[in-house]
């Protein structure tokens, strides 16, 4: 008796429920794994800098970005938030409440010394009001990309 050929490839909806199946499967696996690697992930990062920015260069280049969210399914993005719920994102954020304590708290000196600076200001004319208002925006920018320019750059 010949082998019966099967399909070239596996149907989409039995490829989507061998994977959720894995998953399912294998979740524990998955978590010890991660929580034991066989190298430390920060600095295989750090080492992997170089190949992350050639890879978004080619992104950029190749306008991958817009390319993606034009395959933007809205609809399906909202019944999966809406069968995730939002218990789910309150879990998620409780659950790296003391990174995003550490990231505030960092970011507590740096809007210091800002808001003094631009608070020392005048605001007298229209023009020292305009530069004042530059360089809080400007000051605000250098804070999100990682440090404060003077007021006035």
Same mark, same amino acid.
Request: cysteine-free.
């Given at each position: ?50 190949? =992350? ?18 395959? =933007? ?81």
């Amino acid at each position: 008796m010949p082998f019966q050929q099967g399909p070239r490839f596996t149907p989409a909806a039995e490829r989507t429920a061998n994977m959720l199946a894995g998953v399912q499967a294998n979740a524990q696996k998955w978590q010890a794994h991660v929580l034991a690697p066989k190298r430390n992930p920060k600095q295989a990062a750090l080492a992997a800098n170089q190949k =992350y920015k050639n890879a978004m260069t080619e992104a950029i280049q190749q306008d991958r970005f817009a390319k993606g969210i034009s395959n =933007y399914d809205e609809d399906a993005a909202i019944a999966t938030i809406q069968q995730i719920g939002a218990t789910n994102l309150v879990n998620g954020v409780a659950a790296r409440q003391p990174k995003i304590e550490r990231a505030n708290q960092a970011l507590d000196a740096k809007l210091a010394a800002h808001l003094r600076s631009i608070d020392a200001m005048p605001t007298n004319t229209p023009q020292e009001r305009e530069a004042k208002m530059l360089a809080n925006l400007r000051g605000m920018r250098g804070m999100k990309a990682g440090g404060a320019p003077a007021p006035g750059r």
